[in-house]
Protein backbone atom coordinates (compact mmCIF):
# COMPACT_ATOMS: atom_id res chain seq x y z
CA UNK A 1 0.00 0.00 0.00
CA UNK A 2 1.52 3.06 -1.00
CA UNK A 3 1.55 5.25 1.93
CA UNK A 4 1.37 8.74 0.31
CA UNK A 5 -0.12 9.97 -3.13
CA UNK A 6 -0.82 13.06 -4.25
CA UNK A 7 -3.45 14.62 -6.60
CA UNK A 8 -4.91 17.68 -8.64
CA UNK A 9 -0.97 18.74 -10.13
CA UNK A 10 -2.18 20.28 -14.11
CA UNK A 11 -1.64 23.04 -16.32
CA UNK A 12 -2.85 26.94 -15.31
CA UNK A 13 -2.68 30.22 -16.79
CA UNK A 14 -1.39 32.49 -14.91
CA UNK A 15 -3.88 33.97 -12.82
CA UNK A 16 -5.47 30.41 -12.46
CA UNK A 17 -6.24 28.03 -9.61
CA UNK A 18 -5.51 24.64 -8.62
CA UNK A 19 -6.42 22.59 -5.92
CA UNK A 20 -3.94 20.11 -4.72
CA UNK A 21 -4.89 16.63 -2.85
CA UNK A 22 -2.72 14.41 -0.33
CA UNK A 23 -3.93 11.12 1.05
CA UNK A 24 -2.60 9.25 3.51
CA UNK A 25 -2.81 5.68 3.92
CA UNK A 26 -4.80 4.24 7.00
CA UNK A 27 -1.80 2.51 7.80
CA UNK A 28 -0.23 5.70 9.31
CA UNK A 29 -1.41 6.86 12.27
CA UNK A 30 -0.84 9.59 14.98
CA UNK A 31 0.44 11.98 12.45
CA UNK A 32 2.26 15.11 13.79
CA UNK A 33 2.54 16.84 10.70
CA UNK A 34 1.30 17.24 7.16
CA UNK A 35 3.32 19.26 4.31
CA UNK A 36 3.14 20.49 1.65
CA UNK A 37 6.91 20.99 -0.60
CA UNK A 38 7.58 21.86 -4.13
CA UNK A 39 10.87 21.52 -6.47
CA UNK A 40 11.24 23.54 -9.68
CA UNK A 41 14.46 22.31 -11.98
CA UNK A 42 17.53 23.65 -10.97
CA UNK A 43 16.83 24.78 -7.44
CA UNK A 44 16.41 22.64 -4.04
CA UNK A 45 13.19 21.63 -2.27
CA UNK A 46 11.54 23.86 -0.34
CA UNK A 47 8.24 23.93 1.97
CA UNK A 48 5.55 25.23 0.86
CA UNK A 49 2.87 24.79 3.54
CA UNK A 50 2.57 22.68 6.47
CA UNK A 51 0.07 21.56 9.17
CA UNK A 52 0.65 20.12 12.59
CA UNK A 53 -1.28 17.82 14.93
CA UNK A 54 -1.94 20.91 17.65
CA UNK A 55 -3.54 22.64 15.05
CA UNK A 56 -0.36 25.15 14.27
CA UNK A 57 0.14 25.92 10.16
CA UNK A 58 3.27 27.57 8.63
CA UNK A 59 3.45 28.97 4.82
CA UNK A 60 6.96 30.11 2.56
CA UNK A 61 6.02 33.97 2.33
CA UNK A 62 6.19 33.42 -1.10
CA UNK A 63 2.51 31.60 -1.25
CA UNK A 64 1.09 33.53 1.79
CA UNK A 65 -2.49 34.59 0.87
CA UNK A 66 -2.58 32.88 -2.41
CA UNK A 67 -2.56 29.01 -0.65
CA UNK A 68 -4.45 27.54 1.69
CA UNK A 69 -3.81 24.28 3.39
CA UNK A 70 -6.56 22.67 5.08
CA UNK A 71 -7.24 19.08 5.98
CA UNK A 72 -10.05 16.34 6.63
CA UNK A 73 -8.64 14.36 9.59
CA UNK A 74 -11.58 11.54 9.08
CA UNK A 75 -10.52 10.90 5.31
CA UNK A 76 -6.01 11.24 6.41
CA UNK A 77 -6.19 14.01 3.83
CA UNK A 78 -4.45 17.46 3.11
CA UNK A 79 -5.18 19.91 0.96
CA UNK A 80 -3.46 22.72 -0.89
CA UNK A 81 -5.89 25.37 -2.74
CA UNK A 82 -3.20 27.35 -4.75
CA UNK A 83 -4.85 30.74 -6.57
CA UNK A 84 -3.42 33.87 -8.09
CA UNK A 85 -0.66 31.43 -9.40
CA UNK A 86 2.43 32.87 -11.06
CA UNK A 87 5.03 31.16 -13.38
CA UNK A 88 7.20 30.89 -10.53
CA UNK A 89 5.03 28.55 -8.70
CA UNK A 90 5.81 25.71 -11.30
CA UNK A 91 7.11 22.97 -9.52
CA UNK A 92 6.51 19.20 -8.48
CA UNK A 93 4.85 19.83 -5.24
CA UNK A 94 5.42 16.62 -2.88
CA UNK A 95 3.24 15.51 0.09
CA UNK A 96 4.92 14.63 3.25
CA UNK A 97 3.30 12.92 6.48
CA UNK A 98 4.97 12.34 9.70
CA UNK A 99 3.57 9.64 11.88
CA UNK A 100 4.14 5.94 12.64
CA UNK A 101 2.67 3.20 10.45
CA UNK A 102 1.02 -0.07 11.82
CA UNK A 103 3.63 -2.55 11.29
CA UNK A 104 6.34 -0.20 12.81
CA UNK A 105 4.04 1.53 15.44
CA UNK A 106 7.09 2.59 17.71
CA UNK A 107 8.93 4.63 14.60
CA UNK A 108 8.50 8.18 13.92
CA UNK A 109 8.60 8.94 10.19
CA UNK A 110 8.55 11.12 7.22
CA UNK A 111 6.38 9.58 4.21
CA UNK A 112 6.99 11.56 0.70
CA UNK A 113 4.66 10.88 -1.91
CA UNK A 114 5.12 10.39 -5.64
CA UNK A 115 4.83 14.29 -6.74
CA UNK A 116 2.23 15.62 -8.75
CA UNK A 117 3.40 18.45 -11.85
CA UNK A 118 1.97 21.85 -11.24
CA UNK A 119 3.00 24.02 -14.72
CA UNK A 120 1.92 27.77 -14.58
CA UNK A 121 2.16 29.11 -18.20
CA UNK A 122 0.38 31.39 -20.73
Known amino acids: QVPVVESGGGSVQPGGSLRLSCAAS????????MAWYRQAPGKQRELVAA???????DQADSVKGRFTVSRDIAKNTMYLQMSSLKPEDTAVYYC????????????????WGQGTQVTVAS
Open 96 to 111: KVTGRRYFSPGVVADY
Open 26 to 33: TSIFSINA
Open 51 to 57: MYSGGAT
